[in-house]
C-alpha cells in the first residue's frame, strides 16, 4: 500500500524560505514523484517533478526559486522553496507514479497536502 505524509508547511513572510517534505512508503527509487500545488477553486497544478533517473523539471513561475531534491535512502522527497511570494500561497501535494507523468495532475497516488501561507 502507497503512503505519501507531506509535512513542513506553514506561515512565512515574503521573501523567506520553507522546505517542505514527503515521506514515502510502499515506493521505491524506481517510482517518479513530484509536487503540484493547489489554491481553492483553482486547478491543482505541478510545481516539480523527478523520474526515476532523477532528471528534474520545474514549472517556470518556480525555476530558480525552488529546489527539489529526493533521498532514495530515507524514501523522502524535499522541495525547499526560497525568496516566496504572496502568489506561492497554496496546499502543496506530494505525487507519486510508476511513470513520469510530467506537471499534469495525472498521477496514481496522491498525499494529503500540507498548506502553505506566505504574507506580504
Do not use: H
Not at 513542513?8 to 515521506?23: D, E, I, N, Y
Not at 491543482?44 to 518556480?62: C, F, M, P
Not at 511570494?85 to 513520469?100: E, G, I, Q, T, V
Amino acid at each position: 500500500q502507497v503512503q505519501l505524509v507531506e509535512s513542513g508547511g506553514g506561515s512565512v513572510q515574503a521573501g523567506g524560505s520553507l522546505r517542505l517534505s514527503c515521506k514515502a512508503s510502499g515506493i521505491d527509487s524506481s517510482y517518479s514523484m513530484a509536487w503540484f500545488r493547489e489554491v481553492p477553486g483553482q486547478d491543482r497544478k505541478g510545481v516539480a517533478g523527478i523520474n526515476s533517473l532523477g532528471t528534474i523539471t520545474y514549472a517556470d513561475s518556480v525555476k530558480g526559486r525552488f529546489t527539489l531534491s529526493r533521498d532514495n535512502a530515507q524514501n523522502t522527497l524535499y522541495l525547499t522553496m526560497n525568496t516566496l511570494k504572496p502568489d506561492d500561497n497554496a496546499w502543496y501535494y506530494c505525487a507519486a507514479d510508476l511513470y513520469y507523468r510530467g506537471l499534469a495532475p495525472s498521477w496514481q497516488y496522491w498525499g494529503l497536502g500540507t498548506q502553505v501561507t506566505v504574507s506580504s
